[in-house]
Structures are given as structure tokens and as C-alpha cells.
């Protein structure tokens, strides 16, 4: 920042030094080109009384100029009193020209040494905020990202670079948090089937290595690899969502909806899950293969979890996907937090069938990619409403 501040000193140090400079320089001249005549015209208004003794009439000369002459004196022999007047006149204008240029000089090296110190001052004063940015993004760290700078200034444009940095320390805080998060509950839902194989594979056999033991284990690990390989295709999918698209095409996504609903028939059905549609046309700009999957992981949540013989909705209009069930009441204050990974409305009960609690941080992430919106709410008899509100698909240019 020194060095910022020592350019910024000598471009207002030297703005204003050149401005007085200027402002010197024009006065001198603009002196200089009228003071022989004003000293000329100041002694000719002498009175006649002070003219020398002998002449032959007393003539005011005031009204005398250079071309004329005085009465009385020959015109062969220059006038005294005009050799007088043109002497005085240059004695007076020298004299005066070097006093001004004299002071003149002295205020324009105190105006240079003021000039420098006040733009030394101004320098620091402007570059104060960069100075407090600086110190407080060097100082920053993963312990103490809740530090501000909350810059206390007047409205303007570094003003403005700090409340936006600010900003973007909150989101940064955010971002930071949710990734602990996650990768704390990745290595917990990870570590719990891993301790289950060793589990079985240990103690399993160890007191009934029975062949019909061994088919029971093996069901078990299979299983527990499943659940594994499930969790992990969803972190990848999370983790790809959360890169953007890779490539963006017009998907009908009342096509998608039928298709899912068809493909997740028979779990519906075996849960006693009645599902409705009311799709209308709904064209959305992305990748077809991610909005499926926003869509089936949108319809395994409102299946699963639901009570015996419950509903499930699911609404398509232009700009909007709204999937509604019903099933346990869900508090209003814990709907955002569903949104989060491994996070669930009920406790985990490691079950077959029980998902990791990625589901909606998915439907979220493409949704997201996407430049749509996800909002959840609780119905007044149990269950959860999730709707996405997605941007309109540009028309076709024909021009």
C-alpha cells in the first residue's frame, strides 16, 4: 500500500504544484504586460507644480503623449520631463517585476511543501479502506471466518468493496460449513456399513459357520455393498450437480415425469402408495439426464416417506414441477434444514430401502444448475410440498 500511497501523493502533489505553477506564471505575465504603462500614466498625472522651474507655460502632462510637444521647449532636443518619465517607468517596472517574482517564488515552494503533505494525507485517508481489506483478508482462515471488516464510511465505492466483501466472507462461511458438514456425514454414513461387513464377516461365522449361516451373511454383506454403492453413486451425482451442465438441451419434462412414475410403479404399489398426475406441458432448457434424476429422487421421497396407504401428487405447469405427499408431520422451523445432506425429518434406522438423506440436497443441486428454485413447505396434515420453479426457455429466434 506504500507505494500506492507515494503515486497517489505525487499525482495530487504534482496536479496541484503544476496548478500553481500555472496560476504564477499567468499572473506575471499579465502584470508584466500592463505595469509600464500604468507606472507611465501614474507619474504624468504629477501636478504641473512639479515639473521643473523655467519652463515656459505649465501644461499638465497628463495630456501629453510621446508625439507632442510641451510648449515652450524645442522640438530639436528631447524633453527632460519625458526622459524623466520613461526612466521612472522602467526603474519602477523592473523593481516591481522582481519583487513579484521574488514572492511569487518563495509562495509557490511554500504551496509545493503544503501541496505534498496534504496529498500524503489525502492518499492515506482514501487508501485506509484498502489498508483494512488488506489486513483482514491476510489475517483470515478457516477458524475465523466470522470476522467482518463492517467498514465505517460514508457512502461510496469503497465502501461498497467492503460491504461486498463482507458478502462474500458470509457466503464463503456458508459454503465452508456445509462442506465440514458434508464431509463429516459422508465419513460417518460411510464408516457404518464398512463396520457392518466387518461385523458380519467377524462375528457372523464365528459361532455358526452353517451353510445356511454363510447364505445369511452373504445376503447381508451383499446388501450392505449395495446400500455402499448406492451412497456413493449419489455423492457423485451431488458432486456433479454441483459443477453446472456440461451440456443443455429443451427437455420435455412432463415426459420425464410419466416415465418415472411408470419406472417406480411397482415400489409405489408395495408400499401402498397411490400416486396422482396432473401434467401439462412443461418445457425446461438443461440436461435431460440430471432432471431425471431430479424428478425420481423427488417421487422415492414422497413414497418412502409416507404412511400405509398414503398419496403422492405430482403437478406440472408451465415453469413449475410440485410434488406433494402425505405422511408424518413435519415441523415448519426444520424444512430448510431437509435440504441439507444426510439430513432427514425422522432418525436413520439403517432399514433396507432407507436412503442416506441426499435426496433433496440432489433435487436442490440441479435444481440449482439448472437456474431454478426449490421451495418446501408442510401440509397441514402431515407430508411435505416441494415445488421447483424453473426459468423460461428462450424462444427460437426466426429473424
Aim: aromatic share 4%.
Amino acid at each position: 500500500m506504500s507505494s500506492e500511497r507515494v503515486r497517489l501523493t505525487a499525482l495530487y502533489g504534482g496536479l496541484l504544484v503544476l496548478a500553481g505553477a500555472i496560476l504564477t506564471t499567468l499572473v506575471y505575465f499579465l502584470v508584466r504586460s500592463g505595469l509600464g504603462a500604468s507606472i507611465s500614466t501614474a507619474i504624468t498625472t504629477v501636478p504641473a507644480r512639479a515639473m521643473p522651474s523655467g519652463s515656459a507655460t505649465q501644461v499638465p502632462l497628463q495630456s501629453a503623449s510621446p508625439a507632442q510637444l510641451i510648449p515652450g521647449v524645442s522640438a530639436s532636443k528631447p524633453p527632460i520631463a519625458l526622459a524623466m518619465n520613461r526612466q521612472l517607468s522602467e526603474a519602477a517596472e523592473n523593481a516591481t517585476l522582481h519583487r513579484l517574482l521574488t514572492v511569487s517564488g518563495i509562495a509557490l515552494a511554500c504551496f509545493a511543501a503544503l501541496s505534498i503533505a496534504l496529498a500524503w494525507w489525502m492518499a492515506g485517508r482514501v487508501l485506509r479502506p484498502v489498508a483494512v481489506i488488506t489486513t483482514t483478508a491476510r489475517r483470515l482462515s478457516g477458524e475465523n471466518l466470522h470476522e467482518r471488516i463492517a467498514l465505517q464510511a460514508p457512502p461510496g465505492e469503497l465502501k461498497e468493496l467492503a460491504d461486498t466483501f463482507d458478502a462474500m466472507l458470509g457466503r464463503i462461511e456458508q459454503l465452508v460449513s456445509a462442506q465440514q458438514r458434508f464431509a463429516a456425514n459422508a465419513a460417518h454414513e460411510l464408516r457404518t456399513p464398512l463396520a457392518v461387513q466387518r461385523a458380519a464377516a467377524e462375528i457372523g461365522l464365528a459361532d455358526d459357520p452353517t451353510p445356511q449361516r454363510v447364505a445369511e451373511i452373504r445376503t447381508k454383506l451383499i446388501q450392505v455393498a449395495d446400500n455402499s454403492e448406492h451412497l456413493i453413486e449419489e455423492l457423485l451425482l451431488l458432486a456433479a450437480s454441483d459443477q453446472g451442465l456440461q451440456r443443455s438441451e429443451p427437455v420435455a419434462l412432463e415426459s420425464t415425469v410419466s416415465a418415472v412414475v411408470a419406472a417406480l410403479a411397482d415400489e409405489a404399489a408395495r408400499a401402498d402408495i397411490t400416486v396422482h398426475t396432473d401434467l401439462e406441458p412443461l418445457s425446461v432448457q438443461g440436461d435431460s439426464v440430471l432432471l431425471e434424476h431430479l424428478v425420481r429422487n423427488l417421487l422415492i421421497n414422497a413414497v418412502r416417506y409416507n404412511h400405509q396407504g398414503g398419496t403422492v401428487r405430482i403437478r406440472t405447469r408451465p415453469g413449475t414441477l410440485e410434488v406433494s405427499n402425505t405422511g408424518p408431520l413435519i415441523p415448519t422451523g426444520s424444512v430448510d434444514r431437509l435440504f441439507e445432506p444426510f439430513q432427514r425429518a425422522q432418525e436413520r434406522r439403517h432399514a433396507p430401502g432407507e436412503g442416506a438423506g441426499l435426496g433433496l440436497s440432489i433435487v436442490e443441486s440441479i435444481a440449482q444448475a439448472h437456474l431454478a428454485t426449490v421451495t418446501g413447505r408442510p401440509n397441514a396434515g402431515g407430508g411435505l410440498t416441494i415445488q421447483v420453479r424453473f426459468s423460461p426457455v428462450a424462444e427460437p429466434d426466426h429473424a
